[in-house]
């Protein structure tokens, strides 16, 4: 064995060694940080984690009585019976495209009410806003779902204002084509002012010091929110919009099916709604879990890609 050798495995064991006395005194330095997060690790392990053994009954024909183990394997059977499908098309568009609507005008909503809220030198002003467009959010979704129904049927609301300016009355939510707008609009409404939250703390982290020096320039409120505001919080917002990349095949079910009737499949039905009736009203397992696994892998492509090329383009990553 060579000297070249022998040093190597010296410095292989010395690393070991370093390694485990240093995770031993950080562990007793910190060991009730430790303690308080084990009950974080063992939700996301038997939540998130332990259920992904569950992915594998997509390629096989599920039978409960069988069980996961037992059940015959079919392999891609039922990713090509969904690619072939009717539906794929319906879906893939309809999911997309409140994506998009929402990218659109739902992400940078909380950006601007954070950007005005931060120009508001008025405290009691600038507190009771702040506080009447958080309250939406702690408002049940089950609840703003029935508000919106109320408000969007023939008698509703809406529709009273619609008529009072020569419109006519009809049950909004019914009808395909507003199906997305109301979807959008209402999610804004809930999550804009909890949204602004995050913006709001980054805002508080500039130096005030750029903005009067920027002031003696002569720059005003306009070139101080350009060059100073902006850019200050543009990590922040680089890092959400990944996020919110990595979710662009996501809708949220719970919403869609208290909102959607047979009436607004067209431009309503969404992957998450559809693997939902799949799986849980016509108990077709193993159908439902295929697509729901081709959603989780195009989401995954998705935030992998976004996150690469925020990190060519920007010194802001995720990883």
């Not at 879906?91 to 120009?119: G, H, S, V």
């Not at 008025?122 to 919106?148: A, D, R, W």
Request: net charge positive.
């Amino acid at each position: 064995m060579s000297n070249i050798e022998i040093e190597s495995k010296k410095y292989a064991t010395n690393s070991k060694i370093n390694l485990k006395t240093i995770l031993k005194s950080d562990f007793k330095r910190n060991k009730y940080i430790y303690i308080m997060a084990i009950p974080v690790l063992i939700y996301y392990l038997v939540f998130c984690y332990w259920p992904m053994y569950g992915l594998i009954i997509s390629f096989k024909e599920f039978v409960p009585r069988l069980g996961i183990n037992g059940s015959p394997w079919v392999g891609l059977k039922y990713f090509k019976e969904f690619f072939g499908s009717y539906y794929f098309l319906r879906l893939m568009k309809n999911t997309i495209l409140i994506n998009i609507y929402d990218l659109f005008w739902a992400f940078p909503a909380p950006i601007i009410l954070a950007l005005l809220m931060n120009e508001v030198r008025n405290k009691f002003f600038k507190k009771t806003v702040q506080t009447l467009t958080y309250l939406p959010h702690f408002i049940s979704l089950v609840v703003v779902c029935g508000i919106l129904i109320d408000f969007t049927a023939s008698e509703g609301i809406i529709n009273d204002i619609i008529v009072f300016f020569g419109g006519t009355s009809s049950n909004l939510l019914a009808n395909p084509k507003f199906f997305r707008t109301i979807f959008v609009g209402s999610g804004i409404w809930q999550g804009i002012g909890w949204g602004s939250i995050i913006y709001l703390a980054a805002l508080s982290g500039i130096d005030p010091s750029l903005y009067e020096a920027c002031t003696i320039d002569g720059g005003g409120r306009w070139k101080q929110m350009l060059h100073i505001t902006l850019p200050g919080i543009m990590s922040t917002i680089i890092i959400l919009l990944i996020l919110r990349l990595g979710q662009m095949m996501n809708v949220g079910f719970e919403k869609i099916i208290l909102l959607y009737s047979p009436l607004t499949y067209e431009t309503a039905d969404v992957i998450s709604s559809f693997v939902y009736r799949k799986g849980l009203l016509e108990f077709n397992y193993s159908y439902s879990t295929a697509v729901g696994f081709f959603n989780s892998i195009i989401n995954f492509v998705l935030l992998f890609s976004a996150n690469k090329i925020s990190k060519k383009y920007s010194e802001t990553s995720l990883w």
